[in-house]
């Protein structure tokens, strides 16, 4: 099992910045896929950004250039740093973590995920 707890989301304006947090707990896999995924009401759950097993990240078109992901060396917290936030960023955010896959997670990367935190909301106000 992995416990997976995020942080940070908050109410912001058009163009400002949040850092979000994930705190991983638990039994963990030497080359864990973690990454970041949002649902905003009525949409369906698109993935944000990602960390392959090898520690490479990946990101949706959508956000690239404006979010980083990244994690501390012990790996047992995953950030998700959103820059130039705009209305359309507005959703429940969650972390996700699991294994290595044969298949291809939404980022490119060979990935699943399995383990899912509970979410924390982002909005943005234009």
């Known amino acids: 099992q992995v416990q997976l707890v995020e942080s940070g989301g908050g109410s912001v304006q058009s163009g400002g910045s949040l850092r979000l947090s994930c705190a991983a707990s638990g039994n963990t896999w030497s080359r864990r896929c973690m990454g970041w995924f949002r649902q905003a009401p009525g949409k369906e759950r698109e993935g944000v950004a990602g960390?392959?097993?090898?520690?490479?990240?990946r990101y949706a078109n959508s956000v690239k250039g404006r979010f980083t992901i990244s994690q501390d060396n012990a790996k047992t917290t995953l950030y998700l740093e959103m820059n130039s936030l705009k209305p359309e960023d507005s959703a429940m955010y969650y972390c996700?973590?699991?294994?290595?896959?044969?298949?291809?997670?939404?980022?490119?990367?060979?990935?699943?995920?399995?383990?899912w935190g509970q979410g924390t909301q982002v909005s943005v106000s234009s």
């Open positions: 996700a973590a699991g294994p290595p896959s044969l298949k291809r997670d939404p980022f490119g990367a060979r990935c699943q995920y399995v383990y």
């Open positions: 960390i392959d097993g090898d520690g490479t990240p």
